[in-house]
């Protein structure tokens, strides 16, 4: 009874818990939606026409985004203000691309929305001019139902996306805060990604967006990585670049104990479901031991490259002559930008199968070229 009694006060104390934090939640949220609507309301009343003659800003503090709206209907900048400002971006919002374009040049934003039929300059136009003055703005037309052929074509002039007019106050929301996601996970594949040394068993709390090298291990053109035992055998394994890329392992094929390799030639195969992967030895020499733990649990080696993930050992034939060709320190971190950098474009082309990587033609790009470089 006293444990019934414990456990009903313990779910009694999480409900409460989670309705506080909701409650202030919502209350966090608007009071910000009211420090907004303030915002709005004294903003578009000051006097901005030494930049441009029709320009009306609204600044919020700690803006998701900074937009600018050029429509030559004030009816439909007066909404874009309204409803754009209230869900937390700061907006600035003229009639004529002219004036549109002269702001792009002084300011930093991170979309243009733009009208599609405008006089004087047309929605076609601002697009061009936008992206040949600042390549990294997202630009959306604004277009209505008989022109979305031309919304379309616009795309190939350089817009990311079009929205349609008429629109409510939720589907413009909606659609802003989708095109903030698509543009920072575009600016984070973009960002130049961080590769540390650090200790073998550190690379299990390496954030996933970030890369790891195994200090005092060598790294082969093959993506596996070779530690020099105190017992003079030397450890091998997959490195972080691999782990990442790959993803879950199903299973590992380790090779044979007494077997005898050359530098480059297949030292073991890693399998993810139906789909087989080939890495190569980074060093010459004959097998004297196999982590038979992989063989019934393939996670240490997603979880644990450079410690508890090893996949065998090697007793080197040629260590002096070969280590030349492996790299170590600073070098693998140059080396890794330019293999990431790599990796991402061929991520980018079409795929037959979206959003999974392709491992035949990993294994082409990767691993043998440059085993057999």
């Known amino acids: 009874m006293t444990a019934l009694l414990i456990l009903l006060m313990f779910a009694a104390f999480v409900g409460l818990d989670v309705l506080v934090r909701h409650t202030a939640r919502k209350l966090r949220e608007k009071r910000e939606r009211l420090a907004r609507a303030a915002v709005l309301e004294s903003a578009v009343r000051l006097d901005f026409t030494h930049e441009a003659k029709s320009l009306k800003r609204v ?43 002269g702001l792009v040049q002084r300011n930093n934003y991170d979309f243009v929305f733009t009208d599609l039929k405008m006089p004087g300059m047309t929605g076609v136009e601002v697009v061009k001019g936008v992206k040949h003055l600042r390549p990294d703005v997202d630009v959306v037309v604004i277009t209505g139902y008989g022109s979305i052929d031309t919304a379309v074509e616009t795309l190939q002039q350089g817009a990311c996306e079009y929205v349609q007019k008429p629109f409510s106050a939720d589907e413009l929301g909606d659609f802003a805060r989708k095109l903030l996601i698509k ?50 055998q030397v450890s091998v394994g997959i490195d972080d670049f691999a782990r990442k890329a790959l993803g879950a392992i199903t299973e590992v094929i380790t090779p044979e104990h007494g077997r005898s390799v050359k530098q480059g030639e297949t030292l073991f195969t890693l399998k993810q479901g139906k789909e087989t992967l080939h890495f190569t030895t980074p060093l010459s020499g004959r097998v004297v031991k196999e982590n038979v733990d992989l063989k019934h649990d393939a996670s240490p080696l997603a979880r644990s490259p450079y410690d508890r993930g090893w996949v065998c050992q090697l007793q080197p034939s040629n260590l002096a002559g070969e280590l030349d060709k492996l790299k170590i320190g600073k070098p693998v971190i140059e080396w890794y930008q330019e293999e990431i950098a790599r990796l991402r474009k061929s991520q980018a082309e079409p795929s037959p199968a979206p959003g999974m990587l392709d491992m035949g033609a990993f294994e082409a790009q990767f691993l043998e070229p440059a085993a057999k470089a």
């Open 59 to 101: 600044d919020v503090p700690h803006p998701r985004a900074r937009i600018l709206a050029v429509d030559d209907e004030p009816v439909i900048l007066d909404s874009f203000r309204r409803i754009l400002v209230l869900e937390g971006f700061s907006v600035d919002t003229v009639e004529t691309g002219q004036e549109a374009l």
């Open 183 to 232: 543009r920072e996970a575009r600016l984070e594949s973009q960002r130049k990604p961080v590769v540390r040394i650090v200790n073998p068993d550190l690379a299990e709390i390496v954030p996933a967006n970030e890369y790891c090298v195994p200090g005092g291990a060598f790294i082969a053109p093959g993506h596996t990585w070779a530690r020099i035992e105190p017992g003079g």
